[in-house]
């Protein structure tokens, strides 16, 4: 073999190095304006299916909303998008390149799957600001992310991050006076300063007040577009004030799919809800 030939062995490119290739995971595509895709997706707890050959996609740029009566797999399947659950069977693709199957936690939150709980999580004795400054730092540390300085960049982007969640007045407050909405609001801020493309917020309005509620459906809406959000609430007026497309989950698979009017005059959902 010549030197060139060799060369050529060397550099193709189905022969890389295991050592080279990145462990990052490839950039979002979304060049069919999909951004998940679950395909017949099965989980189940000791005998009991908890997911049953779900299927669900979600466009980029959309704010969906997801109810169903108790136990009809709502927070397994945010799990499963999250890598928190591993299903049985089926296929949970981010984009067209990202399979999910084939991460763990950490690497899909990096690819930029962001999960909001219902209990919000915030350092309550820091300031606001501060804890969007811990969130950008991510696994930084404490320590060095509050004593380094920031860059033009970076105030900016926590600037925009307190407007969006509308805490700019409140950003030198600790994080423990704020009330629960606000705090709500804060973590939300957090996850945003991971920049994920998907957010998965689980029961956002639990526990809000009438007026909090409104800001929070504000907020939701304006983040879609620019993100792809999944909401999952019980509270029905909420859910309306804020539904373009509602997701209907019944024993781990959709019963419905649809506008709010359309799913709630569906004869299958009234009877499910009925029988709660
Ligand atoms: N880790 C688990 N072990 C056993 N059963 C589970 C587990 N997680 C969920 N389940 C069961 O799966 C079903 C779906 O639960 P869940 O996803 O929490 O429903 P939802 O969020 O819609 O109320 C329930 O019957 C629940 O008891
Ligand atoms: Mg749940």
């Known amino acids: 073999m010549s030197v ?5 062995s060397f550099m193709r490119r189905d022969q890389v190095f295991e050592f080279l290739i990145p462990d990052t995971p490839p950039d979002l595509d979304l060049t069919h304006g999909v951004i998940l895709y679950l395909e017949e997706i099965s989980v189940s707890f000791d005998g009991f299916k908890a997911i ?3 299927n669900l996609y979600i466009d980029d740029g959309e704010l969906r909303c997801i109810i169903g009566p108790n136990g009809a797999g709502k927070t397994t399947m945010m799990d499963i998008i999250t890598g928190k659950t591993r299903p049985d069977s089926g296929s949970a693709w981010f984009g067209q390149q990202i399979n999910l199957l084939k991460m763990d936690e950490p690497e ?7 999960r909001k709980f219902q209990k919000p999580t915030v350092f309550e004795h820091h300031a606001v600001i501060e804890n969007l400054e811990l969130a950008m730092a991510g696994d930084k540390g404490v320590w060095v992310t509050l004593n380094a300085r920031l860059n033009g960049e970076q105030r900016d982007h926590i600037d925009e991050i307190l407007h969006i969640i509308g805490l700019n007045q409140q950003a030198a407050q600790l994080a ?27 029961e956002p ?6 007026q909090e509620m409104e800001r929070t459906a504000e907020l939701l809406t304006s983040l879609a577009g620019s993100h792809s959000v999944i909401v ?3 509270d029905m007026d909420f859910v309306r004030s804020i539904a373009q497309k509602v997701t209907v989950l019944h024993q781990g698979s959709v019963l419905a799919e649809g506008t709010m009017d359309e799913v709630q005059n569906d004869q299958r959902v009234i009877e499910v809800y009925l029988g709660e």
């Open 4 to 8: 060139l030939q060799s060369m050529r």
């Open 108 to 114: 899909i939150a990096k690819a930029g799957i962001g």
């Open 205 to 210: 309005a639990a526990g809000m007040t009438h």
């Open 52 to 54: 049953d050959n779900l």
């Open 232 to 234: 999952v609430e019980h």
């Open 176 to 202: 423990g006076s704020l009330s629960h909405g606000q705090k709500q609001w804060l973590e939300i801020g957090m996850l945003l300063m991971q920049n994920p493309k998907l957010l998965l917020v689980d």
